[in-house]
């Protein structure tokens, strides 16, 4: 015996050209939707994962324009504005703080690096403090180095495979021309600490000729008072304070703005596909009007042309849906590539991220709005007199 | 203006938001770079440079990936001497230029990454359609003796040599006859960087000679 599913697909194939646009219609806005709503969730935890990396929560830095930080250090780090290693003291003796560590970036110019010469990064940190702010790091070979004063380095994952460095290797530090010895790998974090070079901070300040640092990286107590802390750390001369958590709620509000409006975009394009699909099963029934009261005739309750006709909705939604969400899945990395293009800043690793509870609830959510939409021409077809539409022409 | 948020607040908060910009750019070229193999950083002048005859290039990409996949990895592998020689995975894309005058093609850029004393080692050669070296150019390389490695004199000893003369040449053992076993090392404290430029040009053609001089024989 046919099944009410086999009548229906039967129903829709007949009219092969409309079904398919209508198909199409609901595939871009579930590809659109699910899209959407895995950016939703991947910045977030990229986001959030970018900055729980960075092992702190509070940065305190010489005051200056940023603007004027990052040319510097594009310059190759000339001028930079240093800070008296001494503040790292007098900061760790707050209450509030759990841990701090001194840092001294340093940006060299390699005029073999890239297209006319670039800036290779070096950070300079303290063997007793650095590591325990970054307990997630794992090696890929070798580990940190022997001492405080050593000419040794470890590389990034990133930095190691573009210059092809192992541990036992060599490298130079450009413009210094000072060699080191490569004593780790990391293995990749997806964040910036990929292409980053470590040197101890003591190597790096002879290396550098000064004795002063750059950044003091502060992990805040677990129930501390952040913004107190903050507040406090203003207070000193010629200091300026980053603080990652509002850092993060500043991108989050940027991006908040821009989601909204593309939410609206796929909002609509959900809309505009359901109008198709109840246009659709409209035509449909309308041109079937005669069948289904032969249908009728024959016994059938109206209840039953309801779910025939229901079942049409419920085949294109589903079709739609899962081929808008496979499509989706398999463009995630394409849909990444376009949101870092278009975006001022994004975080490392993936962007879009779905997984198989993100497409069901998208699926979900499609099937409703869908279902939803086919009630009025199944009602509609349940409605139909068996001798009104038998009299009707065809 | 909202009241909840003021002025002072938004300029501090842009601020960070630059200095994490400014923390994250050490990353930025290194992560864009890692992606292409070994590519000309002025295309347009060094091919001028390269080939002087050229009036036109074209760029194409090959990659194990698409063509031979692992089996002709492990044959390129065993031809430079059974070592780990390529350093990339099989997807990574080999850019080729190919060379052009008068909309005739008449030779090849190609350029590959090799391991050095000091960091990676850039090295392109031009070729004739024969697979002849007609220029011999280091990009990148790291090392206080770069300059030595970089005079014409010792680029010229390349010139003219083909994929025949380094097969009768192991860059890895340091063994072998023929015009690559007598060049001639500049930078004497430099052995590293000296194998690994003979290395880099013997994978360079033997890579272009599976890729391309072998699939023009083909087709012929």
């Not at chain 1, 419920?314 to 376009?338: E, M």
């Not at chain 2, 770069?146 to 010139?159: A, D, E, I, R, S």
């Amino acid at each position: 015996m046919i099944s009410r599913f086999q009548i229906a697909s039967k129903n829709l194939l007949r009219k092969k050209s409309r079904t398919t646009l209508t198909l199409i219609g609901i595939m871009l806005s579930s590809w659109v939707l699910v899209s959407l709503l895995g950016f939703n969730r991947g910045y977030e935890t990229a986001l959030n994962r970018d900055i729980d990396n960075m092992g702190y929560q509070l940065m305190v830095m010489a005051k200056g324009c940023p603007y004027e930080a990052a040319t510097m250090m594009l310059q190759g780090g000339a001028g930079l504005r240093y800070i008296e290693q001494t503040m790292v003291n007098s900061i760790a003796a707050r209450p509030e703080v759990d841990k701090v560590t001194p840092i001294l970036m340093q940006a060299f110019f390699d005029p073999d690096k890239g297209d006319g010469g670039g800036i290779a990064g070096y950070f300079g940190i303290d063997l007793a403090t650095y590591p325990g702010m970054k307990p997630f790091f794992r090696f890929r070979q070798g580990g940190w180095f022997k001492n405080d004063t050593a000419a040794e380095a470890v590389m990034g994952y990133e930095a190691a495979e573009l210059e092809q460095r192992e541990v036992g290797d060599m490298i130079m530090v450009p413009e210094k021309n000072v060699p080191l010895k490569v004593v780790g790998i990391l293995e990749r974090t997806g964040t910036q600490d990929d292409g980053t070079i470590y040197v101890p901070l003591k190597t790096l300040q002879k290396i550098s000729a000064i004795d002063k640092i750059t950044t003091i990286g502060i992990k805040v107590k677990k129930d501390a008072d952040i913004t107190k802390l903050e507040n406090s750390l203003y207070q000193l001369p010629d200091m300026q304070v980053v603080s990652f958590t509002q850092v993060k709620q500043t991108i989050m509000k940027l991006i908040s703005t821009a989601r909204m409006m593309v939410l609206s975009i796929a909002i609509i394009a959900l809309l505009i596909a359901m109008i198709g699909v109840v246009n659709t099963i409209l035509m449909s029934v309308m041109e079937r009007i005669q069948e289904i009261g032969i249908l009728k005739t024959m016994g059938a309750m109206p209840i039953d042309i309801f779910f025939l006709v229901w079942t049409e909705t419920l085949i294109l939604c589903s079709v739609g849906g899962i081929a808008g969400i496979g499509l989706a899945i398999v463009f995630a990395r394409l849909s990444d590539i376009l949101v870092r293009r278009i975006l001022p800043y994004s975080p490392g690793g993936e962007l879009v991220a779905i997984d198989i509870r993100l497409a069901l609830l998208t699926l979900a959510v499609i099937l409703g709005v869908g279902l939803l939409s086919g009630i009025y021409p199944a009602w509609k077809a349940g409605r139909v007199r068996p001798l009104d539409s038998i009299r009707s022409e065809g | 203006m909202n009241p909840g948020y003021p002025n002072r607040s938004i300029s501090r908060i842009l601020k960070q938001l630059m200095l994490l910009m400014v923390l994250m750019l050490p990353a930025v070229p290194t992560t864009t770079q890692a992606a292409v193999n070994c590519e000309l950083n002025y295309p347009a002048s060094d091919v001028a440079r390269l080939f002087p005859e050229s009036d036109n290039y074209k760029i194409s990409y090959f990659s194990f990936a698409r063509q031979g996949g692992e089996p002709l990895l492990r044959k390129v592998e065993a031809r430079l001497g059974s070592v780990p020689a390529l350093y990339a995975p099989l997807n990574v894309p080999y850019t080729l230029y190919e060379i052009y005058k008068g909309g005739k093609r008449i030779g090849y850029i190609h350029g590959v990454n090799q391991k050095g004393q000091y960091g990676v080692l850039e090295v392109f050669v031009s070729l004739d359609m024969k697979g002849m070296i007609k220029a011999f150019y280091i990009q990148r390389m790291a090392g206080q003796w770069v300059n030595k490695f970089t005079l014409p004199k010792f680029g010229k000893q390349f010139v003219g040599l083909t994929l025949r003369d380094f097969e009768l040449y192991d860059p890895v053992s340091g063994k072998g006859s023929g015009k690559v076993a007598a060049m001639t090392n500049p930078a004497p404290l430099a052995v590293t960087d000296f194998y690994g430029l003979q290395r880099a040009v013997k994978k360079n053609l033997v890579l272009m000679d599976e890729f391309v001089y072998s699939t023009q024989k083909g087709k012929q």
